[in-house]
C-alpha cells in the first residue's frame, strides 16, 4: 500500500505523529508541507495522510493553502490526523469542508493530543505529565492505523458544540490577524545572530537587521523561531522569559531544518490565502 504523508509543525509534535503512523503502517512516504511552496502536488499513492497542529481552534493558514494544491487528487483514502494541546474544537470539520472546495473527500479525521507549545499561555507542563501524553498518543496511533489500514471511513473527531461555536468565532476573528502577531516577538541581548530562527522559520519571514532577526508581518504563529532558539533569546509578549521552552524529544533541530527545505537561502515567503 503506497502512502505519501504530509506534515506541518513547529516543534516536532506533528513530524513525530507523522512519523509514528508512517512507521505503524509501514513504507510510507513523508513530505513537509513548508517544502511544498505552493506548487500542485501529483501524487499517485493509495492513501493520502495530512498531519499538523491545530492553531486558534481551527486549520493552519498553510495548511489550507496546501489542500488547495492538491486539487483533484483521487487517492482511494484520505485521512487527517489534527495535532493539539487539548481542543481540537472544530479543526477537522472545518478541514473536510476545505477539502471538499478542492474535491477531495476526507475518509477519516482524528484528534492527538500532546503537549502544548502555545508559549504565550504557558510551558509545555511537566515532563511526567508529556510523557504521559506520548505513551497515549502512541496507543491512539496504533488504533488509527488499523483503520487506515484496511481504508475504514469514518466521522471526523470534533469538540464540544460550545467550543465549536464559542471558539470557530474566534478563529474566524483572529485568521487574518495572524501574520502581523509577529509584531509581539523581540529578542533580548542573548541573541548572538545564529540564524537559527532565520532557517528554522516556515514561513521563511524573518531577516536580519543589525545583527538582529527582525519578523517581516508574514508569520504563521508556529512560535519554531522562538522554541529552537538555542540561547533562548527570542521572547513573545512580556511573559515569556519566565516559561520553559519546548520541542519534541525525538525530534532535532535538523529534521526541522529538513522539514523547510531551509538551508535554501531564497527561498520566498508563503503568502497567505
Ligand atoms: C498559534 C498556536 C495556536 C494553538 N491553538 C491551539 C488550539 O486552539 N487548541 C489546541 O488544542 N492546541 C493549540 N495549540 C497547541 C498546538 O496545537 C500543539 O502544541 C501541537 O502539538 C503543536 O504541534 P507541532 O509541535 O507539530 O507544531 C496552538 C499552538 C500554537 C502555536
Given at each position: 500500500m503506497g502512502t505519501r504523508i504530509f506534515?506541518?509543525?513547529g516543534t516536532g509534535n506533528s513530524l513525530w505523529v507523522a512519523r509514528r503512523i508512517g512507521d505503524e503502517l509501514g513504507g510510507a512516504s513523508l513530505f513537509p508541507v513548508a517544502k511544498s511552496?505552493?506548487?500542485?502536488?501529483?501524487v499517485d499513492s493509495e492513501v493520502v495522510g495530512l498531519v499538523f497542529p491545530v492553531y486558534i481552534w481551527g486549520v493552519p493558514a498553510p495548511v489550507i493553502r496546501f489542500v488547495n494544491t492538491l486539487n483533484g487528487l483521487q487517492p482511494e483514502y484520505i485521512?487527517?490526523?489534527a495535532v493539539n494541546g487539548g481542543q481540537v474544537s472544530n479543526t477537522l470539520i472545518?478541514?473536510?469542508k476545505v477539502m471538499a472546495s478542492s474535491g477531495l473527500s476526507l475518509s477519516a479525521g482524528f484528534e492527538i493530543r500532546m503537549p502544548?507549545?502555545?508559549i504565550p499561555w504557558g510551558g509545555p507542563g511537566p515532563r511526567e505529565k508529556q510523557r504521559e501524553l506520548f505513551t497515549l498518543a502512541g496507543e491512539k496511533i496504533s488504533r488509527i492505523a488499523a483503520g487506515i489500514r484496511e481504508k475504514v471511513p469514518m466521522a471526523v473527531e470534533k469538540g464540544p458544540l460550545w467550543q465549536r461555536?464559542?471558539?470557530t468565532a474566534l478563529y474566524n476573528l483572529s485568521f487574518s490577524r495572524v501574520p502581523a502577531m509577529d509584531k509581539k516577538f523581540w529578542v533580548d541581548d542573548r541573541c548572538n545572530a545564529c540564524k537559527i530562527c532565520l532557517r528554522v522559520c516556515p514561513a521563511s519571514n524573518i531577516t536580519l537587521r543589525e545583527g538582529k532577526p527582525l519578523w517581516n508581518h508574514q508569520c504563521?504563529?508556529?512560535?519554531a523561531c522562538l522554541q529552537w532558539c538555542p540561547r533562548?533569546?527570542?521572547q513573545y509578549g512580556k511573559r515569556t522569559p519566565k516559561y520553559e521552552r519546548y520541542h519534541h524529544p525525538e525530534v532535532i533541530l535538523k529534521d526541522m531544518l529538513k522539514s523547510g527545505d531551509l538551508l535554501r537561502k531564497d527561498v520566498e515567503p508563503m503568502r497567505r490565502p
Amino acid at each position: 500500500m503506497g502512502t505519501r504523508i504530509f506534515y506541518w509543525t513547529g516543534t516536532g509534535n506533528s513530524l513525530w505523529v507523522a512519523r509514528r503512523i508512517g512507521d505503524e503502517l509501514g513504507g510510507a512516504s513523508l513530505f513537509p508541507v513548508a517544502k511544498s511552496k505552493g506548487k500542485n502536488q501529483s501524487v499517485d499513492s493509495e492513501v493520502v495522510g495530512l498531519v499538523f497542529p491545530v492553531y486558534i481552534w481551527g486549520v493552519p493558514a498553510p495548511v489550507i493553502r496546501f489542500v488547495n494544491t492538491l486539487n483533484g487528487l483521487q487517492p482511494e483514502y484520505i485521512f487527517a490526523i489534527a495535532v493539539n494541546g487539548g481542543q481540537v474544537s472544530n479543526t477537522l470539520i472545518q478541514l473536510k469542508k476545505v477539502m471538499a472546495s478542492s474535491g477531495l473527500s476526507l475518509s477519516a479525521g482524528f484528534e492527538i493530543r500532546m503537549p502544548s507549545n502555545y508559549i504565550p499561555w504557558g510551558g509545555p507542563g511537566p515532563r511526567e505529565k508529556q510523557r504521559e501524553l506520548f505513551t497515549l498518543a502512541g496507543e491512539k496511533i496504533s488504533r488509527i492505523a488499523a483503520g487506515i489500514r484496511e481504508k475504514v471511513p469514518m466521522a471526523v473527531e470534533k469538540g464540544p458544540l460550545w467550543q465549536r461555536i464559542i471558539f470557530t468565532a474566534l478563529y474566524n476573528l483572529s485568521f487574518s490577524r495572524v501574520p502581523a502577531m509577529d509584531k509581539k516577538f523581540w529578542v533580548d541581548d542573548r541573541c548572538n545572530a545564529c540564524k537559527i530562527c532565520l532557517r528554522v522559520c516556515p514561513a521563511s519571514n524573518i531577516t536580519l537587521r543589525e545583527g538582529k532577526p527582525l519578523w517581516n508581518h508574514q508569520c504563521e504563529q508556529c512560535f519554531a523561531c522562538l522554541q529552537w532558539c538555542p540561547r533562548q533569546a527570542i521572547q513573545y509578549g512580556k511573559r515569556t522569559p519566565k516559561y520553559e521552552r519546548y520541542h519534541h524529544p525525538e525530534v532535532i533541530l535538523k529534521d526541522m531544518l529538513k522539514s523547510g527545505d531551509l538551508l535554501r537561502k531564497d527561498v520566498e515567503p508563503m503568502r497567505r490565502p
